[in-house]
């Protein structure tokens, strides 16, 4: 699709502006028009004026999406699902295509804080949430179809000022983790190497992001291998597929946690440093998702020179779309002479290896048996017992 930014004159820069006016992150009032507009036709080649760039920096903040005032893919599904309103559309299940919106997430932050699971608020109407409305539909003495119609509707409307709740949702995953209990072995790590085939990543200092993020995620798959765990490419190092497919394979699979791995870039050759991202919104965040970035980002802090970017709430794709928790670790920009020093050596990439490693371990163990940062050695070969 196209890029729409400041400055621009396209077609799509005025239903950008209806859409942010309806969300209230642009006043309502039609515009006035501008003097050198008179030759426009329509409306149709509007501006993308400063108005504009704040409201969609804004409503990016306010969606966890990285704040760049560009509408690209990300920021036009996100502008796109907010137009729903729950009871504007029937929902249902539909296999393969699913309802996605805030409608979808509205009605699952209802059934979920009556205690129905839904799995995850993430605004897919998939076969979980089709479970959680027949469920509703039952204790309520409802037609069990799994659809949210008007009768649903008028049900939830009704229950909804009795019922207020925490987030069972995010507790589900931190459930999952205490059943498995302190042992790696047998876990499903699914591992996604940024870029592959004709998408390369970011290129700069003569190195190139597919290549070194091929390169860890082989390091990572042999430490994670030799430490009793298993682990699964969500992509062939030639392929590159979209984070939705990427999400479905390791969803398909079982994975227990997903691990992506990325280089940074920027304008400035002075930024530098690590950051990690969980799945979050301004509903809530992936507890697993959450603690298991901290872990990895203070491990990579702790036992390399590198600047600490922190961690960050985000509601990209593959994040989002993934049933497991779900890490992408940004291991240094590129595009910065040191960084770049660092992700070109072996020594470097073998630690990043090692933190992500310990940084699972830790999450898996009891916090009274949980040693400081930077100590953990992962033992090169799991006793089994
Ligand atoms: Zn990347």
Same mark, same amino acid.
């Given at each position: 699709?196209?890029?729409?930014?400041?400055?621009?004159?396209?077609?799509?820069?005025?239903?950008?502006?209806?859409?942010?006016?309806?969300?209230?992150?642009?006043?309502?009032?039609?515009?006035?028009?501008?003097?050198?507009?008179?030759?426009?036709?329509?409306?149709? *080649?509007?501006?993308?004026?400063?108005?504009?760039?704040?409201?969609?920096?804004?409503?990016?903040?306010?969606?966890?999406?990285?704040?760049?005032?560009?509408?690209?893919?990300? *920021?036009?599904?996100?502008?796109? @699902?907010?137009?729903?309103?729950?009871?504007?559309?029937?929902?249902?299940? !539909?296999?393969?295509?699913?309802?996605?919106?805030?409608?979808?997430?509205?009605?699952?932050?209802?059934?979920?804080?009556?205690?129905?699971?839904?799995?995850?608020?993430?605004?897919?109407?998939?076969? %979980?949430?089709?479970?959680?409305?027949?469920?509703?539909?039952?204790?309520?003495?409802? @037609?069990?179809?799994?659809?949210?119609?008007?009768?649903?509707?008028?049900?939830?409307?009704?229950?909804?000022?009795?019922?207020?709740?925490?987030?069972?949702?995010?507790?589900?995953?931190?459930?999952?983790?205490?059943? /498995?209990?302190?042992?790696?072995?047998?876990?499903?790590?699914?591992?996604?190497?940024?870029?592959?085939?004709?998408?390369?990543?970011?290129?700069?200092?003569?190195?190139? @992001?597919?290549?070194?993020?091929?390169?860890?995620?082989?390091?990572?798959?042999?430490?994670?291998?030799?430490?009793?765990? @298993?682990?699964?490419? !969500?992509?062939?190092?030639?392929?590159?597929?979209?984070?939705?497919?990427?999400?479905? /394979?390791?969803?398909?699979?079982?994975?227990?946690?997903?691990?992506?791995?990325?280089?940074?870039?920027?304008?400035?050759?002075?930024?530098?440093? =690590?950051?990690?991202?969980?799945?979050?919104?301004?509903?809530?965040?992936?507890?697993?998702?959450?603690?298991?970035?901290?872990?990895?980002?203070?491990?990579?802090?702790?036992?390399?020179?590198?600047?600490?970017?922190? *961690?960050?709430?985000?509601?990209?794709?593959?994040?989002? %779309?993934? *049933?497991?928790?779900?890490?992408? !670790?940004? =291991?240094?920009?590129?595009?910065?002479?040191?960084?770049?020093?660092?992700?070109?050596?072996?020594?470097?990439?073998?630690? =990043?290896?090692?933190?992500?490693?310990?940084?699972?371990?830790?999450?898996?163990?009891?916090?009274?048996?949980?040693?400081?940062?930077?100590?953990?050695?992962?033992? /090169?070969?799991?006793? %089994?017992?």
């Amino acid at each position: 699709m196209m890029l729409l930014r400041l400055g621009d004159r396209a077609p799509g820069v005025a239903d950008a502006r209806a859409a942010l006016a309806h969300l209230s992150f642009l006043p309502a009032a039609p515009r006035q028009p501008v003097e050198d507009d008179a030759a426009m036709g329509q409306g149709e *080649t509007e501006l993308f004026d400063a108005d504009l760039d704040r409201a969609v920096r804004a409503f990016q903040q306010s969606r966890g999406l990285s704040v760049d005032g560009i509408i690209g893919p990300d *920021t036009a599904r996100a502008l796109d @699902e907010a137009r729903h309103r729950l009871g504007d559309r029937l929902l249902y299940n !539909v296999p393969g295509h699913p309802f996605v919106g805030d409608d979808v997430a509205a009605l699952q932050e209802r059934l979920s804080n009556m205690g129905f699971d839904v799995g995850r608020t993430d605004g897919i109407f998939g076969p %979980r949430t089709e479970a959680a409305v027949r469920d509703f539909q039952r204790n309520r003495g409802l @037609e069990p179809d799994g659809r949210c119609g008007p009768h649903t509707l008028r049900e939830l409307k009704r229950l909804e000022r009795t019922v207020t709740g925490g987030r069972p949702d995010m507790l589900r995953e931190s459930v999952r983790l205490l059943v /498995r209990g302190p042992s790696l072995l047998g876990m499903l790590v699914a591992i996604d190497a940024g870029h592959g085939g004709e998408d390369t990543g970011v290129v700069a200092h003569r190195l190139t @992001e597919s290549e070194i993020m091929a390169d860890l995620a082989g390091r990572l798959e042999a430490r994670l291998l030799s430490s009793g765990l @298993e682990t699964f490419r !969500v992509r062939a190092d030639d392929e590159a597929p979209d984070e939705a497919e990427r999400a479905r /394979r390791a969803n398909e699979r079982g994975a227990d946690l997903l691990i992506s791995l990325h280089a940074d870039a920027s304008v400035s050759p002075k930024a530098e440093g =690590v950051s990690c991202y969980y799945f979050g919104n301004a509903r809530g965040s992936s507890a697993v998702g959450e603690r298991l970035a901290g872990l990895i980002q203070k491990e990579l802090v702790s036992r390399t020179d590198m600047v600490d970017c922190w *961690t960050h709430a985000k509601t990209w794709e593959l994040l989002r %779309r993934t *049933t497991m928790a779900a890490v992408r !670790v940004e =291991v240094g920009y590129l595009t910065n002479e040191h960084d770049a020093a660092a992700l070109a050596s072996a020594e470097y990439r073998a630690t =990043v290896a090692e933190s992500i490693l310990a940084a699972i371990q830790r999450l898996y163990l009891p916090p009274e048996q949980d040693p400081p940062t930077g100590q953990l050695r992962v033992p /090169r070969v799991a006793t %089994r017992s």
